[in-house]
């Protein structure tokens, strides 16, 4: 079961950290991404965190202002946006893929397969 938290309205160049509660499933086993869907397009993969949350992967469009991570609980993934634009507006949502094959699904978030679980979605918009 998985449940986003942290959308809302924000300026250009706010920031928002999303949350990803995770129950059910042993994180230490699982990569989680994070993808998101703005009106009219179709859904695109923005980050993921591997099961040792030693990897993380960034789409190019995010890199160098958002971050993901995991609590050392292993229950919660977050999203830290920074320098936010109106282009992030969006549905975002929080996927698990694994166990098996885990770190391959991560290193390949951008298409979405093999992330089998998915939240309901956190909306976000960028506007002034």
């Known amino acids: 079961h998985l449940v986003e938290r942290g959308g809302g309205l924000v300026q250009p160049g706010g920031s928002l950290r999303l949350s990803c509660e995770i129950s059910?499933?042993?994180?230490?086993?699982?990569?989680v991404g994070w993808f998101r869907q703005a009106p009219g397009k179709d859904r695109e993969g923005i980050s993921c965190?591997?099961?040792?949350?030693?990897?993380?992967y960034y789409a190019d469009s995010v890199k160098g202002r958002f971050s993901i991570s995991k609590d050392n609980a292993k229950t919660t993934v977050y999203l830290q946006m920074n320098s936010l634009k109106p282009e992030d507006t969006g549905v975002y949502s929080c996927?698990?893929?694994?166990?098996?094959?885990?770190?391959?699904?991560?290193?390949?978030?951008?298409?979405?397969?093999?992330?089998?679980?998915w939240g309901q979605g956190t909306q976000v918009t960028v506007s002034s």
């Open positions: 059910g499933i042993n994180l230490d086993y699982y990569a």
């Open positions: 965190i591997s099961n040792s949350g030693g990897n993380t």
């Open positions: 996927a698990t893929a694994g166990p098996l094959l885990a770190h391959y699904y991560c290193a390949n978030y951008a298409r979405s397969s093999g992330f089998s679980s």
